[in-house]
């Protein structure tokens, strides 16, 4: 088990598989960042995504790029009328964290089961066949749907990035993740700031139910599985640290993937709830807090303060 | 008579369970969702005495309500430190990895979980009897949640959810008080994991998952958090209200979600239009407006 073949295999296998975790967790640790709010409703927006996107090809027949246009116009539609028709009105009312939560899982579990009327609980896949090309590369096998997986993960995770660095109204997002009172103040608009970061967390989801779900089978309660992934990323990257989770993602998929060297497949979720509790527990404000101490950086409010054209929004 | 009778318990035991977890979250502001992993200690751990032991139902389910107190003592001391969103992400993931347990231990049946689960009363009396037995349980709990909040420890208790800060500089035992809410409101989901294991004479991790903290939760916020009254309320609405499709004579494959949809339709529905819930309008119920 030790042969270096077999452990670059997992190591690429394990890489591959966490794409789809990065994206999860990206899209949940933003939300987290920019609305405080632990959304478990995403788990519901990854069920809608993926039967969007399986019954456009196997029950209308479409091809693969329209159905992922469906998913994601459905995807990003759900996700604003969310935004605009409950979390907006729990935030009007100043509501606790133990309300967004109920709704939150409520609504994730509503969409379950709307799901399991319509479509039933045999699991399902986009395409009729899961099977993709495979090449050796060195001994290590790399099939195309890994090569797609890695490719479109990093190709979002750079938008994303560009789009938050560079774009102004990636600085409002963050400005309004930063205080969003005070954001406001300096005439930015918190709602538009809200409901763009609504619209990437759906675009994220769409991308990653697209590669599990061209990968393997999906009922309609695996995305409740999938978003506790995101939760542990999240925390264990250290909330507010929206690609930290990303990299927390790719470090519990390789856990799992090389955990098989020495427990069995049926004890790798245990390892995960307890990195979840573990994290908690002894880290509250995430691993990658407590790993380094340096001056706090200045608010993106702050750094919006020179910024001329500002005055005008 | 035996749907009346199964209906009856199904009340009685949420009426237990959410009033239990009521003391915790809504009395003491603990917010934690692993309160159905105690509901599943007791009932497994009455269900393996009673399959392996033969021992009578009361010794049974004493240890049930043990073995839920001894965990909740564990998670209510390793979770000190956090609170808020923390301490319900932290308890989640406490549920999942405990749940996860009883889904792989070969013991507890694995996720085809305990079948042979011995009956205590058998016959025509057998459904009126344990109705009666819990109705008397559930109506007990309400009763001592109600003196004891009603009493010094009861405001003690408050005062810790209300300012915790305050309350310590007062010179109260913050963990001891933590421990002792977490270990009654256990203990109780305890009580009523053995009554469910010896009427429903079978038990699977399916039964306790996240979508049953969400149950539980739903019934204490929809009733009334941080009242009396409220998770009666809470549970009699919640489970006789999905109850009426079963009357529509469905096929037996959609009969579950179509109830989880009314379920969950109401759980939203009741949070917009009754914020604070039924029977709302305390201080605790002000926590959720």
């Known amino acids: 088990m030790t042969d270096p073949v077999i452990l670059l295999q997992i190591l690429w296998t394990g890489l591959a598989m966490s794409s789809y975790y990065v994206l999860f967790s990206v899209a949940f640790a933003l939300t987290l960042k920019v609305e405080k709010l632990w959304n478990f409703s995403q788990a519901g927006l990854m069920g809608i995504a993926f039967f969007a996107m399986y019954f456009s090809v196997q029950g209308l027949e479409l091809p693969g790029w329209m159905a992922i246009s469906i998913g994601l116009a459905v995807t ?73 997986a890695v490719l479109v ?7 994303l990035y560009v789009l938050l660095r560079g774009t102004r109204d990636g600085q409002f997002i963050l400005a309004v993740a930063d205080n969003a009172r005070l954001a406001e103040i300096y005439g930015i608009n918190a709602r538009r700031a809200y409901l763009l970061s609504s619209v990437i967390a759906a675009v994220l989801i769409t991308a990653g139910i697209y590669l599990y779900g061209s990968r393997a089978g999906v009922t309609p309660d695996v995305p409740i599985g999938l978003v506790l992934t995101a939760v542990i990323a999240t925390l264990v990257g250290g909330v507010g640290r929206v690609f930290s989770a990303g990299l927390a993602a790719v470090g519990l998929a390789l856990l799992q993937s090389f955990s098989i060297l020495f427990i069995a497949a049926k004890w790798q979720s245990l390892l995960l709830y307890a990195v979840l509790f573990g994290a908690l527990v002894l880290f ?22 020179v910024s001329p054209p500002l005055a005008g929004e | 008579m035996n749907y009346i009778a199964s209906t009856g318990m199904l009340i009685g035991i949420y009426v237990i369970l959410a009033s239990s977890y009521n003391l915790i979250i809504g009395y003491g502001g603990l917010n934690t969702v692993a309160h159905p992993i105690f509901f599943a200690l007791g009932a497994y751990t009455t269900a393996l005495l009673g399959i392996h032991t033969g021992l009578p139902a009361l010794p049974c389910v004493v240890a049930g309500v043990g073995v839920a107190v001894l965990v909740s003592v564990v998670l209510a001391l390793t979770t000190l430190r956090i609170s808020g969103d923390y301490l319900l992400i932290a ?41 009666a037995i819990c109705a008397v349980l559930a109506v007990s709990v309400l009763l001592a949640i109600r003196r004891l909040m009603a009493g010094p420890f009861g405001r003690a208790v408050r005062a810790m959810r209300d300012d915790e800060l305050a309350c310590a500089a007062l010179g109260r035992g913050l963990t001891s008080i933590k421990v002792l809410i977490y270990a009654f409101g256990s203990g109780t989901a305890g009580i009523a994991g053995g009554l469910y294991a010896y009427y429903y004479q079978y038990i699977s991790p399916d039964q306790f998952t996240v979508a049953q903290s969400a149950t539980i939760l739903t019934m204490v916020v929809l009733g009334g958090i941080g009242t009396t009254m409220g998770p009666l309320v809470g549970a009699v609405v919640l489970i006789a209200l999905p109850q009426a499709i079963n009357f529509l004579h469905l096929p037996a494959g959609v009969v579950g979600p179509l109830q989880g949809m009314i379920f969950t339709s109401l759980v939203i529905l009741f949070l917009f239009l009754r914020p604070k819930g039924l029977v709302g309008g305390s201080v605790g119920a002000a926590r959720l407006a």
């Open chain 1, 76 to 148: 990003i539609g759900v996700a604003l009328a969310v935004q605009v028709f409950a979390i907006e009105v729990l935030r009007r009312r100043k509501s606790s964290g133990l309300t967004f939560f109920i709704f939150t899982l409520v609504f994730a579990q509503l969409v379950a089961y709307v799901l399991t009327v319509a479509f039933g609980t045999d699991p399902e896949t986009i395409y009729p066949s899961v099977m993709s090309h495979v090449r050796l590369v060195g001994g290590v096998a790399v099939s195309d749907w890994d090569i797609r």
């Open chain 1, 153 to 159: 993960t990093c190709g979002l995770l750079a938008v």
């Open chain 1, 284 to 305: 509250p404000r995430g691993l990658g807090r407590m790993s380094i101490r340096r001056a706090p950086r200045p608010p993106a409010v702050a750094a919006l303060q």
């Open chain 2, 91 to 131: 308890s989640l993931g406490f549920q999942l990895g405990l749940l996860q347990l009883v889904n792989n231990f070969e013991f507890t049946g694995g996720p085809a979980g305990l079948s042979d689960i011995p009956s205590t009363i058998t016959g025509a009396a057998r459904g009126p009897a344990f109705l």
